[in-house]
Structures are given as C-alpha cells and as structure tokens.
C-alpha cells in the first residue's frame, strides 16, 4: 500500500509539474501577444515587422506542444514503470511459494516411517507445485516471445477442437482439483480448426484456468464451440463466477493488469495470461473479448478465429 501510494506521488508530481508549466507559457503567449499587438497598432513604424509577432508565437506553440508530449511520455514511463514493479512483486511470490512448499514436501519426505498414503499425498502436491511453475514459467516465456514475434511463424495444421478443449480442461482440473463436471466440454468432435496448436492451446489453457481460479466451488465452466456461417469459429469459455466490472472488461488484457479487488488479490496470478491469450488469437487472425454482467454475475470469454487460417509471410 505504502509503495503504491509512493507510485502515485511519483506519477502525479511530474504532471503537475509539467501542466503547471504549460499553463505559464500559455499565459506568457497569450499576454505578450496582446501587449505587441495592442503596439503594433499603436506605432506604424513596427507594424511592418508583424512577421516577427507571428514567428515568436509560433516557436511558443512549438514549445507548448514539445512540453505536453514530454509530459505524456514521461507520464507513461512511470506507469510502465509501476507495472514492472508490481509484476516483479507478482512474480517473486509465484516463484517463492511452489519453492518453498517444494522444501517442505522434500524435507517431510526425508523423515523416517513415513506412511505410503501421505508419501504420496506429498508427491502429488509436489507434482502440482512443480505444475504449477511450469505454467507460470510458460507464461513468462511466451509473453516475452510475442514483444517480437513476428506474424508467419506459425505452425500451422489441422486442429480437433473438442479433443483439445478436452485436454486443457483435463490440465485444469488436476491443476485445481475439480470434479470432472465443474468443467464441462460441449464441442462437436468432428470440429477442425486449421491453425497453430501449440498457441491454441496456450489460449484455451489460459481461459480454462481463469474461469476455474475465479469461480468459488463447486465451479460451473462450461467450454462450447461453433462454426459460424462467416468462416470463422466461435468458442466460449464461460464461468459462474466472480465475473468482471464493465470498466475492467478491456483492461483484463494489457499486461500485468490484474483488477483491484479482494476477491481477486486473494488468488495467485501475474497479469500475464490474457496478455498472452489476446497477443496469440491475433496472431492467429482472431479476436478475444470478454463479457460479463459485473460482480459476482460470472464471465464469458468470447474467442473467434477463423476456420483456416490464412498463410502469410
Ligand atoms: N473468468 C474470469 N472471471 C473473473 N475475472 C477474471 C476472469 N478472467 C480474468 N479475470 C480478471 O482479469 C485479470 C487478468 O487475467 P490474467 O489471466 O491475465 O491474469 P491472472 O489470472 O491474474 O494471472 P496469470 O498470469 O497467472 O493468469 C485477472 O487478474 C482477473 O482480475
Ligand atoms: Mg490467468
């Protein structure tokens, strides 16, 4: 809290700063052209140098405009700046904690007479620490990748949607321990999808988890997919849960924006997966939006993508 507020006293004084600037200048202009012009047509002698009125109030309108795209940019690299900032907090607990439960698990399986049932006990929570990382690395990695990805470096081949949904949520559920209908799959399996797998399943794996990690047990996701007569697919990950404020509908997708609430912060997470998700259906030549009817009415995520996609590049 104390820092954030430290983030925001750093933002605020260069803006202020900076306006209070413009707002001189501004004055400066506005008064040294009346005053020269009320001379000009006053003293016939200096009226033949209007030119020199018009070059000076053009430079100040440079200067203006020099100084607000200063402040703008400044502005921006002190939120980037705080974004890093809470990505670094963000991923600094992703990494510690798995570790540090790791440890434990280690260090309790290193004890004497240990029961075969809580030996396994501790090895399945070490599978799911280790999972658990592996994802958050994966996205690390990935959202790093696509800053300079380039379009036509796709891997392109036809895709049984309902198979990999089938998959992904098969991942989720291990990964937060569902009961196989807390996700549900409604996809027709003769569903193909000509389009990069790998990066497919990165999107659907993503929405998966989002809908499970922000729904309260037992959870009600539900995944469908359709052709839609434009040549495009249709496919919707929706939950029950916590859903998302209309403000936050199209900021979920910048990077590291997690919204600000409880119900939020209480669980892991960077920021980071619907950066990837949205980065990836553009690539593959989709769209992502994401609707919700506010707090506490669940969340549809709405992926369309194009039935094959076009090779490029
Ligand atoms: N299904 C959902 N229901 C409610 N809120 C959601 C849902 N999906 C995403 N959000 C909101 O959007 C934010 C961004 O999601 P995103 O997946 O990018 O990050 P994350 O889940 O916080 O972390 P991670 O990088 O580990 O996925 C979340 O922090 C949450 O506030
Ligand atoms: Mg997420």
Redesign the pocket.
Known sequence: MARRRKIRSSISIPITLGAITVLLSLALLVGWSFLLGQKIARSAEIAGDVWLLVLGALSFVLIIVVLVLFVISLARGIIEVRKQDTFIDSVTHELKSPLASLQLCLETLGRQGLEDDAREKLRHMMLQDVDRLRA?ID?VLEANRLSYARPGMLNLSDVPLSELAEECAEAVRSRHELEPDEIRVYVDPELLVTTDRAALEIVVN?LI???A??SERPARVQITARRESNNRVLIEVS?A????EQK?LKR?FHRF???E?QE?RQR????????VVWALVKQLGGDVQ?L?KGRGQG?T?RVELPMAHAVSG
């Not at 849960?241 to 998302?244: E, F, S, V």
């Not at 892991?268 to 950066?275: N, V």
């Open positions: 958050f996205d993503n988890d989002n809908a990690k922000y939950d849960g916590i859903g998302i936050d979920v924006y997690r919204v609430d939020v892991r997470g960077t920021g980071l997966g619907l950066f994401a919700s969340t995520m």
